[in-house]
């Protein structure tokens, strides 16, 4: 893989990282374009209710926990077609 691709690949997993953290825990399928790359990756977040918070008159409130979270690179687009080494090399990055 030559350097331009790889430096690209990080700079996509940085700008999908940053959406995500946006996200707040929901899950979306989002693009995110670089000058060589069009990617499209799909965030899942998995919840569960637990108690905990605070005590009010001996009454938990339920909060959600994270049980799981994964994160998938659907496609991975250049001007030539489907780069499927690089969408690999991109869905190590992000999970």
Not at 18 to 38: A, C, P, Q, W
Request: glycine fraction near 6%; hydrophobic fraction near 35%.
């Amino acid at each position: 893989m030559k350097t331009t691709t790889h430096n690209e690949l990080l700079t996509i997993a940085k700008l999908a990282a940053d959406y995500i953290t946006k996200l707040n825990g929901e899950s979306d399928t989002f693009e995110v374009e670089t000058e060589s790359f069009t990617a499209c990756i799909n965030y899942e977040a998995e919840y569960k209710m637990v108690r905990g918070g605070d005590s009010y008159c001996g009454i938990w409130e339920m909060v959600p926990e994270l049980v799981s979270e994964q994160t998938t690179v659907e496609s991975l687009m250049t001007d030539d077609g489907e780069d499927k080494e690089a969408a690999e090399f991109l869905q190590k990055m992000l999970n």
